[in-house]
């Protein structure tokens, strides 16, 4: 908790540093679109797969779009996405102040007077925490341009009632829902790789020590917490 309010305090001007900011928006953010393509377009196609011969059985075929645009709106794209984002850029801030913890570059910092919470922690944090909404919604975009290919496809659905039927069950509302979960899980994630990070010991062993437990907790944290957060926001939703 210490160690997350020290980080909390250093992102508001002018303890941060916006050109450190924007590295890491293009280091956690921009390198990670790719992937989130991808696993967009891959868990969109399945869910139209899966979900079309569920729906084929009633008739309803039309609503694989709304349910898969759902599904990701409000769970698939914020968890999975943060998934993929903690193996790649979560790890790599674990080992990377691991290293320089190991090898007493953060006590070199403090000696020339730079604030290792501002230039290390705090941009890594906030940036995390505004690039995992958007990449959140560019995976329910995706997910929902392939669930639409699937429908039109292989169940021939009608292209109004995919639209019209995504309109009435997906709205802003769940959007906004997921992206307030992205954006708390990158914050879980980037606190646990830099702070484990931070306190790694024992030269090459514990950098990887580090690393390793980084991701793990971060994965374990995510699912405990997505549970609870659900469970808080359908229960206003319903008040």
Same mark, same amino acid.
């Given at each position: 908790? /210490?160690?997350?309010?020290?980080?909390?305090?250093?992102?508001?001007?002018?303890?941060?540093?916006?050109?450190?900011?924007?590295?890491?928006?293009?280091?956690?953010?921009?390198?990670?679109?790719?992937?989130?393509?991808?696993?967009?377009?891959?868990?969109?196609?399945?869910?139209?797969?899966?979900?079309?011969?569920?729906? %084929?059985?009633?008739?309803?075929?039309?609503?694989?779009?709304?349910?898969?645009?759902? %599904?990701?709106?409000?769970?698939?794209?914020?968890? @999975?996405?943060?998934? /993929?984002?903690?193996?790649?850029?979560?790890?790599?801030?674990?080992?990377?102040?691991?290293?320089?913890?190991?090898?007493?570059?953060?006590?070199?910092?403090?000696?020339?007077?730079?604030?290792?919470?501002?230039?290390?922690?705090?941009?890594?944090? /906030?940036?995390?925490?505004?690039?995992?909404?958007?990449? %959140?919604? /560019?995976?329910?975009? %995706?997910?929902?341009?392939?669930?639409? @290919?699937?429908?039109?496809?292989?169940?021939?659905?009608?292209?109004?009632?995919?639209?019209?039927?995504?309109?009435?069950? @997906?709205?802003?509302?769940?959007?906004?829902?997921?992206?307030?979960?992205?954006?708390?899980?990158?914050?879980?994630?980037?606190?646990?790789?830099?702070?484990?990070?931070?306190?790694?010991?024992?030269?090459?062993?514990?950098?990887?020590?580090?690393?390793?437990?980084?991701?793990?907790?971060?994965?374990?944290?995510?699912? @405990?917490?997505?549970?609870?957060?659900?469970?808080?926001?359908?229960?206003?939703?319903?008040?």
């Amino acid at each position: 908790m /210490l160690f997350v309010g020290q980080s909390l305090m250093r992102m508001v001007p002018p303890s941060i540093n916006v050109r450190l900011l924007l590295a890491q928006l293009e280091f956690v953010g921009s390198r990670s679109f790719v992937i989130a393509v991808m696993a967009g377009v891959m868990v969109g196609g399945i869910f139209g797969f899966q979900l079309g011969e569920i729906f %084929a059985i009633f008739g309803a075929e039309s609503l694989i779009g709304a349910s898969t645009g759902f %599904a990701l709106a409000r769970e698939l794209a914020p968890i @999975v996405g943060a998934f /993929l984002v903690t193996a790649r850029a979560g790890s790599a801030m674990a080992a990377e102040i691991a290293s320089m913890k190991v090898n007493e570059q953060i006590d070199s910092m403090r000696v020339m007077s730079v604030d290792p919470f501002a230039y290390l922690m705090a941009p890594r944090i /906030l940036a995390s925490m505004i690039a995992m909404p958007l990449i %959140a919604i /560019l995976m329910v975009f %995706a997910g929902v341009v392939t669930s639409f @290919v699937v429908g039109v496809s292989f169940y021939e659905i009608d292209v109004a009632d995919f639209f019209s039927r995504l309109e009435w069950i @997906v709205d802003t509302e769940d959007l906004f829902m997921g992206m307030q979960k992205a954006a708390l899980f990158g914050f879980i994630f980037s606190s646990i790789g830099c702070f484990e990070g931070y306190r790694a010991r024992g030269g090459a062993k514990g950098v990887g020590r580090a690393t390793t437990q980084a991701v793990v907790s971060s994965y374990v944290t995510i699912l @405990v917490l997505d549970f609870f957060i659900t469970y808080i926001q359908f229960k206003f939703q319903h008040n």
